[in-house]
T-cell receptor
């Protein structure tokens, strides 16, 4: 069955600390990968996406993610977090052969302490 | 463009009542979907549609019906609400045939079933 797992349920960091959020997927065939962010009280927004090419993708607000095919992983990173990065982060995956379903992970809640 | 709009924003139902959550998009997107968001479970796909007249089930379709009579609208119907359907519901849309698609989310409907 298709699934997405995220390593941490809740992460607490101080400002300027580095961030890495883990994401692993189980999905037959080749995939497209996404990270979405949901700020408090707001709806989901796309942070970045991987379709093909360079496995290191850069997104908005200084975020980047690395696709490691052998590990079925797509971890999200940011070198220095800010208080405004406090949000919930969701990893998602869809099949390249079918754009129909986008499956989300359970989410990681990030709290950044000033 | 208004993007993806959802109504109502909040709703309280009694067990057994029926209601329809409305979703509309003005971007001429072929693909539309409904998710529910529950704490610790991320977003789970309920139903989706790849075009007018075409719908399919997602991960958690039981208790929900959908139809897609126009490109713009994709209502979600609860025929007999149950407390387990208390959740936040998000509608999303994307361009289906463009591989560079981004999925756009609506602001959500918070539903409580007593």
């Amino acid at each position: 069955a298709q699934s997405v797992s995220q390593h941490n349920h809740h992460v607490i960091l101080s400002e300027a600390a580095s961030l890495e959020l883990g994401c692993n997927y189980s999905y037959g065939g080749t995939v497209n990968l996404f990270w979405y962010v949901q700020y408090p009280g707001q709806h989901l927004q796309l942070l970045l996406k991987y379709f093909s090419g360079d496995p290191l993708v850069k997104g908005i607000k200084g975020f980047e993610a690395e696709f490691i095919k052998s590990k079925f992983s797509f971890n999200l990173r940011k070198p220095s977090v800010q208080w405004s990065d406090t949000a919930e982060y969701f990893c998602a995956v869809s099949s390249k052969t079918s754009y129909d379903k986008v499956i989300f992970g359970p989410g990681t809640s990030l709290s950044v302490i000033p | 463009n208004a993007g993806v709009t959802q109504t109502p924003k909040f709703q309280v139902l009694k067990t057994g009542q029926s209601m329809t959550l409305q979703c509309a998009q003005d971007m001429n997107h072929e693909y539309m979907s409904w998710y529910r968001q529950d704490p610790g479970m991320g977003l789970r796909l309920i139903h989706y549609s790849v075009g007018a007249g075409i719908t399919d089930q997602g991960e958690v379709p039981n208790g929900y019906n959908v139809s897609r009579s126009t490109t713009e609208d994709f209502p979600l119907r609860l025929l007999s609400a149950a407390p387990s359907q208390t959740s936040v519901y998000f509608c999303a849309s994307k361009q289906f045939r463009d591989r560079g698609y981004t999925q756009y989310f609506g602001p959500g409907t918070r539903l409580t079933v007593l």
